[in-house]
């Protein structure tokens, strides 16, 4: 999430209607351009010039570009391009970025049934690029082949398969469906009408179908895990080629039209993304212009951190923002000796989060952290179970031995997950092992590409049996802007799943279950956030995981880009739906 999902500042522009007046003549450039974090205070360059190609790059190859099984934020992002889920959030920087607005959809969702039936009316008008129009029996499809064909697409959340009514009556999905009937939990009483009944009321629901899994899949036109090559489009953007590990190229979508569509803007002709390049050349690239958004939105490493840091100039066009993310470490609870609490409590003591804060670049990327709720989300409360005491630089482990002795493990071995293309990641795992030594944790690390991390490793429970994985390196951005969007996925039991899995620890807590299950159905949301800021104590008492820094990120920003501007609904990524060429 990852969406985290991956998963920031507070701002003049609080829709898409204000981004497009602010756009008009030829300024070329909004308030706040040319200052250090101007993109989390307002849109840095704003333009509504229209032509020239749009560089990104990724120092890796995402998962997936098919909507309905993808995870990461960049990619909800970025698919936005070229797939419109019913809803989504408006353009705006900051925490004005969390403003929901509908999409597809013409208006948000009408709950009834106490919270249990929500029906939405897609727009009028809206086709595919090729020229075919999108139904709602079109967004079923795809929420049926995102949530319950989990054996060929299981990299998406899996919302729907927990909370639609009729999923326990053992649906397959559409690729094993005989009868065609697909789920009867999802009505489409006519082409422009879907209702969804859930099993308990949602009070979230309008959130949750932001997610890039409701975008419209014609059955016709769907080649399961082969979709991610060529995406149907219902954006404004369309796949011209693809390249699997090198490049993809989109084009203008002649279907598209703003009559449908308030929120995108078709400004470049072309959109092209530049696989598999290092971090390093990404950030030479973003200077001289060659590419002008990093994809992934992580920032830029750390010999570049520290050039941009000393050079007031090049400082003036970095953003520094909040991402309501976690960076932690999943301490697995089916796993010896991590199985036994007094264990997980030692390695609590026992990880000098400063050595980690310091590996990952230091304070401007991330304070401090004892929640698992970051400090950005509601329901957020500071509090802090297994405090850490030093002697200058010095960790005082006493309390960390006390429990390592009360477990009884000794002396004892461990294998460490990170990502091989997140150097950052691998060197705070490392910063992790020197400090499980000094309690007597011997731990050895195997790294994966993000591409393949939550398929193959980190998120297959069996993986991590066999390699005696203990640990596990993560950073979890909310799956939408709220206390539940945030825990569901790395905390509830129900979540956890043989592949795609992101509840690493793979906590299954009866009480911690019920309190989320509750908390969603209700429609009071200063109760949801009491609730939420409960879960996030017991799962502390129970060790589940260990929190390392409340995640920010340094961004660099391309002179030659338009309309960027940072948003916490992204994970303090830009907004990447109408980034321009600056003329």
């Excluded at 507070?10 to 497009?20: E, F, K, N, P, Q």
């Excluded at 990880?351 to 952290?369: H, N």
Aim: aromatic share 8%.
């Amino acid at each position: 999430m990852r969406r985290s999902v991956p998963v920031a500042a507070v701002a003049a522009i609080t829709s898409a209607g204000l981004l497009l007046a602010g756009c008009s003549g030829s300024k070329g450039s909004s308030e706040g351009s040319g200052e250090a974090n101007a993109a989390t205070k307002g849109i840095v360059n704003a333009s509504d010039a229209k032509g020239g190609t749009v560089t990104y790059a990724i120092s890796d190859a995402p998962e997936s570009f098919d909507p309905g099984n993808t995870y990461y934020a960049f990619i909800y992002n970025f698919s936005r391009l070229y797939a419109r889920p019913l809803t989504t959030f408006k353009p705006g920087p900051g925490s004005k970025g969390n403003q929901l607005t509908p999409d597809l959809a013409e208006s948000m969702g009408k709950p009834s049934d106490g919270g249990k039936t929500w029906t939405y009316k897609l727009r009028k008008g809206v086709k595919y690029d090729d020229g075919s129009t999108v139904t709602s029996q079109d967004v079923k499809y795809a929420v049926e082949r995102s949530n319950f064909a989990r054996d060929t697409l299981s990299l998406g959340p899996n919302y729907f398969q927990q909370f639609l009514k009729d999923n326990d009556g053992g649906y397959k999905g559409p690729y094993k469906d005989k009868s065609k009937a697909g789920l009867k939990s999802i009505e489409t009483p006519d082409d422009q009408t879907i209702v969804f009944h859930l099993k308990k009321p949602f009070a979230e629901f309008d959130y949750l179908v932001s997610a890039p899994q409701t975008a419209p899949v014609p059955q016709a036109k769907d080649k399961g895990a082969d979709y991610t090559k060529s995406v149907l489009s219902t954006g404004s953007y369309k796949f011209e080629s693809y390249e699997e590990g090198k490049q993809l190229t989109l084009v203008r979508n002649p279907q598209w039209s703003a009559k449908t569509d308030p929120l995108r803007k078709q400004l470049p002709d072309k959109i092209v993304l530049k696989l598999k390049v290092a971090q390093s050349t990404i950030d030479k690239d973003l200077q001289s212009g060659n590419t002008l958004v990093d994809l992934a939105g992580r920032g830029v490493d750390g010999q570049t951190q520290a050039q941009l840091l000393t050079d007031p100039k090049e400082k003036a066009n970095t953003d520094n923002a909040l991402g309501q993310r976690l960076v932690y470490t999943a301490l697995n609870t089916k796993v010896k000796p991590f199985d036994n609490i007094e264990c997980r409590k030692a390695v609590e003591y026992a990880i000098d989060k400063k050595a980690v804060q310091t590996s990952l670049g230091g304070p401007i990327r991330g304070e401090l952290a004892s929640t698992v709720l970051p400090t950005d989300i509601d329901g957020y409360q500071k509090y802090d179970l297994y405090p850490q005491k030093y002697d200058g630089d010095k960790l005082d482990l006493t309390e960390a031995k006390k429990h390592w002795d009360k477990c009884g493990a000794g002396k004892t071995t461990t294998t460490i997950l990170a990502r091989n293309d997140r150097q950052d990641e691998v060197d705070a795992a490392t910063s992790v092992i020197d400090s499980l030594k000094k309690i007597g944790v011997t731990a050895k690390i195997q790294s994966y590409p993000t591409s393949k991390y939550f398929s193959d490793y980190a998120g297959v429970p069996k993986f991590n049996k066999k390699n005696n994985v203990g640990l596990i390196m993560m950073q979890w951005g909310s799956d939408f802007p709220t206390g539940y969007g945030y825990l569901q996925q790395i905390l509830n039991g129900k979540a956890i799943s043989q592949s795609g899995n992101t509840n690493l620890s793979e906590l299954d807590d009866p009480e911690i279950n019920k309190l989320l299950e509750s908390a969603i159905a209700n429609t009071d949301k200063a109760a949801r956030e009491k609730a939420y800021a409960e879960i996030d104590k017991k799962t502390m008492e129970q060790a589940a995981l260990v929190p390392l820094t409340y995640f920010k990120v340094l961004m660099y920003r391309s002179p030659k880009a338009t309309n960027l501007v940072s948003t916490s609904a992204f994970s303090g990524q830009y907004d990447y739906l109408n980034i321009g060429v600056k003329k």
